[in-house]
């Protein structure tokens, strides 16, 4: 049923190409965890040269682990700490070139280099975030972000 798509387009008609892939796996199912985790194997596939990909959903006064790809994670983040809580807190997306010069970057991975964290946002409240890391430095550009967004904004729909 399911199978590895090969990306052959540029990167941004690959993007969009993963977002309608994104539509089409979570149409018709209203599971968030489900939902989420379908998702997050889905940026696994897509994205090249990431060694975390995952959720962290808002709860009382912190983030909790959600749905992820990737090794072991830190379970509670609050929103004061990390490249996650400062997203959260802030409800913009934070992209880190280099997380060792992150103030209070929470190392989970320590092969880590790079981050971006897009908040997730429905009707202007905070659901949790989007959290991708690299092992190479500078991963992440204004094109990740834009269309890592764009994910999102499109996950939405299914939340």
């Known amino acids: 049923m399911f199978h590895t798509e090969e990306y052959k387009g540029s990167r941004a008609d690959n993007y969009e190409l993963l977002i309608r892939q994104l539509h089409a796996l979570l ?9 989420l985790s379908n998702a997050s194997s889905l940026l696994n596939q897509f994205l090249d040269t990431i060694n975390w990909v995952g959720f962290y959903l808002y709860k009382g006064d912190e983030l909790v682990l959600g749905p992820f790809q990737g090794l072991p994670a830190c379970v509670r983040i609050p929103l004061s700490r990390g490249v996650c809580g400062k ?3 802030d409800k913009e997306t934070v992209r880190v070139a280099n997380v060792h010069e992150f103030p209070g970057h929470i190392a989970c991975d320590a092969a880590s280099q790079s981050e971006i964290v897009v908040p997730i946002l429905k009707n202007g409240e905070l659901l949790g975030v989007l959290d ?9 550009d204004e094109l990740d972000q834009q269309y890592l967004e764009k994910f999102v904004d499109a996950l939405v729909s299914h939340l």
Not at 27 to 35: F, L, Q, R, T, Y
Not at 133 to 140: A, G, M, N, V
């Open 132 to 140: 991708i890391d690299s092992p190479i430095l500078e991963r992440f």
């Open 87 to 89: 997203a959260a807190s």
């Open 27 to 35: 149409d018709g199912e209203s599971d968030s965890i489900a939902n």
